[in-house]
């Protein structure tokens, strides 16, 4: 091969190196929601939101709670930012709860946290702060349990809230979350 065949063959190489790494780029910022198909942001979920592919990656090992004994002390406070998803009728009343939480999505951000993301419905006339109790499981044993303080949702909002769970290489196949109070 001549010298100016290697130029163009390393010089296309190049082309389509970069070409392959700006889409990874493009796909790589955001998280879908698996439930909702809601998509995440970065300053949201972080840019490590790929899913690693290898059999041995954490993401995909199978959850044996019995070789698992780690629990995080305590209750994790947290104060999220939340996303207004839309604006729903003001049906509170004596059938209709003032507040409403969807069941939580579970996801690993590899190499960071595990993702759970609720969803927050005020159904009153007026601004409630809702708090929420999230509890990470493995095989029906307690994790991690986080307290969620919701940013006010005005009249008819309903609020998409990001809610981080233990390290992703604490294993967890489980959240669970109520409603404590929407004072």
Same mark, same amino acid.
């Given at each position: /091969?001549?010298?100016?065949?290697?130029?163009?063959?390393?010089?296309?190489?190049?082309?389509?190196?970069?070409? &392959?790494?700006?889409?990874?780029? @493009?796909?790589?910022?955001?998280?879908?929601?698996?439930?909702?198909?809601?998509? +995440?942001?970065?300053?949201?979920?972080?840019?490590?939101?790929?899913?690693?592919?290898? =059999?041995?990656?954490?993401?995909?090992?199978?959850?044996?709670?019995?070789?698992?004994?780690?629990?995080?002390?305590?209750?994790?406070? @947290?104060?999220?930012?939340?996303?207004? /998803?839309?604006?729903?009728?003001?049906?509170?009343?004596?059938?209709?709860?003032?507040?409403?939480?969807?069941?939580?999505? $579970? @996801?690993?951000?590899?190499?960071?946290? +595990?993702? %759970?993301?609720?969803?927050?419905?005020?159904? %009153?006339? &007026?601004?409630?702060?809702?708090?929420?109790?999230?509890?990470?499981?493995?095989?029906?044993?307690?994790?991690?349990?986080?307290?969620?303080?919701?940013?006010?949702?005005?009249?008819?909002?309903?609020?998409?809230? =990001? !809610? *981080?769970? #233990?390290?992703?290489?604490?294993? !967890?196949? *489980?959240?669970?979350?109520? $409603?404590? %109070? #929407?004072?």
């Amino acid at each position: /091969m001549n010298s100016a065949t290697k130029l163009v063959t390393s010089t296309l190489g190049a082309i389509l190196a970069l070409g &392959a790494v700006g889409a990874l780029a @493009q796909d790589l910022p955001q998280l879908r929601d698996s439930r909702t198909g809601k998509v +995440w942001t970065p300053e949201i979920v972080n840019e490590e939101a790929s899913v690693p592919t290898s =059999p041995n990656a954490y993401v995909n090992r199978a959850f044996d709670p019995l070789t698992q004994n780690v629990v995080v002390e305590g209750v994790v406070v @947290q104060h999220p930012r939340a996303n207004l /998803m839309g604006i729903v009728p003001i049906t509170a009343g004596p059938s209709v709860p003032i507040a409403v939480l969807d069941a939580p999505s $579970l @996801q690993v951000i590899p190499g960071r946290h +595990w993702l %759970s993301i609720v969803y927050v419905t005020n159904n %009153s006339g &007026a601004t409630i702060e809702a708090v929420v109790g999230c509890h990470f499981t493995n095989g029906g044993q307690r994790v991690e349990e986080t307290r969620v303080v919701i940013p006010p949702a005005g009249p008819g909002e309903r609020l998409g809230v =990001p !809610v *981080r769970g #233990p390290r992703y290489d604490i294993f !967890v196949d *489980r959240v669970t979350c109520e $409603l404590m %109070s #929407p004072a």
